[in-house]
């Protein structure tokens, strides 16, 4: 499957010397245009189906160690703001694009994503045959590559494929630590709203305990909107710091890398939590490791969920909901053990996509039901865990 694509990896409509390559682990070469800072960055090689929120994904920390494919062709066009992002700190390593950046039409846009992502120090490249390095994606599973991007266009290919070769890759990597806050902070912003941004929760009626991993601020926000002070900690963060806070529940983040590896450090204080009896909601990693303090498992998959369009049917309801997903490792069903209730599936690939404690209030989905910009049919959700911290605290 190796082949170094010299033609239609770049804009046929330019006589522009290439100024970019994405190379991958097994010699694949992708030539492009350089977008971004001037550099050479390393990850995962993945792609994302969504067609909105390139913004949102960029700065997801779930994304952290990967470089981000957008299959839609037209990344760019609404510019940048201020306002839709996931987190300052670290978050994609690159992206890949098929066109090019053209100028912001949007009335939100505060300039040229360009700008932005210099601004960010990003690299990436567009110009490439982002259908085809899918289809390889698709095909070989996701590839370890590096984005390099020099404005002379000269390159040391075998020496950036030993680089793609000889990372380390996501499986075994522990990524929570990276992306975490490194102190306890308190978050009281609420929902975005036509003509007046972001609100500010000053009368909340619950506390909640958010074990960051990797959070989004939009997951802070939907904690917020239903009246909950939020207390976010460090991923490192131990059962009697969290009770000392005294939670009216926990909440466990999203995040980058190895389920397996963070819950080196996570899994015996999710237990605890779990044995408390404290109300407990997991979302992505969140979701993942709860299953491991339970005696599940989760694998490595071929290529992974993300996008915005991925279909989950609610196994208690029969409700099937469109929901918006990132992760590259599951909990495996065969593995989940008596007293654990699979809630969710993929009307994808069958996964099993959320998981419920039988006769506690502690659940967890795969996927984002904070999802901005969407689609929003599963932030339902969030008002599960507050009616079950309300009846635990009643």
């Given amino acids: 499957m190796s082949y170094e694509n010299n033609g239609d990896a770049v804009d046929l409509n330019s006589e522009r010397t290439a100024t970019a390559v994405l190379v991958l ?59 839709d992002i996931e987190t300052q700190g670290r978050a994609a390593n690159g992206l890949v694009i098929r066109a090019s950046i053209t100028d912001p039409a949007n009335w939100r846009a505060a300039g040229p994503l360009n700008d932005w992502l210099i601004a960010r120090g990003l690299i990436g490249i567009s110009g490439v045959d982002t259908r085809r390095l899918t289809h390889y994606i698709r095909k070989a599973g996701a590839p370890n590559g590096v984005i390099a991007h020099r404005k002379d266009g000269k390159f040391d290919i075998p020496a950036l494929q030993k680089k793609a070769a000889e990372w380390q890759g996501l499986e075994g990597m522990d990524l929570a630590k990276v992306v975490s806050c490194t102190e306890p ?32 601020r939009n997951i802070l926000r939907c904690l917020a909107e239903l009246g909950c002070r939020i207390t976010v900690v460090p991923a490192t963060t131990t059962f009697e710091e969290i009770t000392a806070l005294k939670p009216d529940g926990v909440f466990l983040a999203n995040g980058p890398g190895d389920p397996v590896a963070t819950g080196e450090y996570a899994v015996p204080v999710i237990r605890s939590c779990i044995d408390s009896g404290m109300p407990v909601f997991g979302i992505c990693l969140g979701h993942q490791m709860l299953a491991l303090a339970v005696g599940a498992k989760t694998i490595k998959m071929h290529q992974g969920h993300r996008g915005g369009n991925q279909p989950v049917k609610d196994l208690v309801t029969g409700r099937v909901e469109i929901t918006s997903q990132n992760h590259g490792f599951v909990v495996t069903r065969e593995s989940l053990p008596d007293g654990v209730t699979e809630t969710h599936k993929s009307l994808f690939d069958d996964v099993v996509e959320g998981i419920s404690l039988d006769g506690r209030p502690v659940f967890s989905v795969q996927y984002h039901p904070e999802a901005s910009p969407g689609p929003q049919d599963s932030q339902y959700l969030f008002q599960r865990f507050i009616d079950l911290v309300d009846r635990k605290n009643a």
């Fill in 25 to 83: 682990g097994d010699g694949t070469v992708f030539r492009g245009f350089g977008v971004g800072i001037e550099g050479e960055t390393v990850g995962e090689v993945c792609f994302n189906t969504a067609m909105t929120g390139y913004q949102e994904s960029l700065t997801d920390p779930s994304f952290a160690g990967q470089i981000i494919t957008f299959t839609f062709p037209h990344i760019g066009n609404v510019g940048f703001n201020d306002e």
């Fill in 185 to 216: 902070y308190e978050w009281t912003e609420t929902a975005w709203r036509l003509n007046s941004g972001y609100g500010r929760q000053d009368a909340p009626t619950r506390h909640i305990v958010a074990v960051d991993y990797g959070v989004k």
